[in-house]
């Protein structure tokens, strides 16, 4: 099975860190993320085998995703130095992302705690570039115009105020917002919206923002806001 084994071994550095388990050896608990050898970080991510860790979320797969590779290529033709993702959840997107866009300073935010401090040791075992933060975006607990990017992936179908949630990301936007959401009803019983093109665009019309683009890929809606 293949991690992403940067971000997995910054987690079980983390995680030893604020519950002593797994054990590490001074040498690899230390070291800063960046200078770590391949043979350190696969000890390391052994170690957190060994310690049953749930390292599932690490897995590569997530980055075979359609609606993944649609969002990254998307973000590989614009330039940007900070992004924040709202509604991380189990980093679908945001560990692809961490992987492969090293240079960005990334926040995360979930209204789920465990959600929060599992991303929160990342960044103790030396993922200095994310920054977790547990609040809710519809109360707009960030300054105005403090992410280049912010990505609602996922996202708006599960939150019953939708239009605070897109009005908060449209504030806190300096360039763009990107959202995924599903194109048709499914059985999932915490999506409480169907969010379609007419509807998005009513929303974001509402937050201020007309420049929208739209499209598809297997089952979901993709749109991109430009705000400059």
Same mark, same amino acid.
């Given at each position: ?39 350190? &970080? ?47 959840? &189990? ?119 007309? &420049? ?17």
């Amino acid at each position: 099975m293949r991690y992403y084994e940067e971000l997995a071994t910054a987690y079980i550095r983390g995680h030893a860190d604020r519950t002593g388990v797994p054990v590490l050896p001074g040498e690899l608990h230390n070291k800063f993320l960046s200078d770590l050898t391949p043979e350190e &970080r696969s000890a390391i991510v052994d170690a957190g085998k060994v310690a049953q860790l749930k390292l599932y979320p690490f897995k590569t797969t997530h980055s075979d995703l359609p609606r993944v590779k649609k969002v990254m290529g998307f973000l590989k033709g614009i330039p940007f130095e900070t992004l924040l993702d709202a509604g991380s959840g &189990r980093g679908v997107f945001l560990f692809p992302f961490l992987t492969e866009f090293p240079w960005v300073q990334v926040t995360a935010v979930d209204l789920l705690p465990y959600r929060t401090e599992f991303l929160q040791e990342m960044t103790a075992g030396g993922l200095s570039r994310l920054t977790a933060v547990h609040a809710d975006l519809c109360a707009q607990p960030f300054p105005e115009k403090s992410a280049d990017v912010v990505t609602l992936l996922e996202v708006l179908e599960h939150i019953p105020d939708v239009e605070s949630a897109v009005k908060a990301a449209v504030k806190t936007a300096r360039r763009f917002v990107v959202v995924t959401v599903p194109s048709r009803e499914d059985s999932n019983p915490e999506h409480i919206h169907l969010l379609t093109k007419e509807r998005l665009t009513e929303l974001f019309a509402a937050a201020g923002c007309c &420049r929208l683009h739209f499209s598809g890929v297997n089952g979901h809606l993709m749109m991109t806001a430009t705000l400059t």
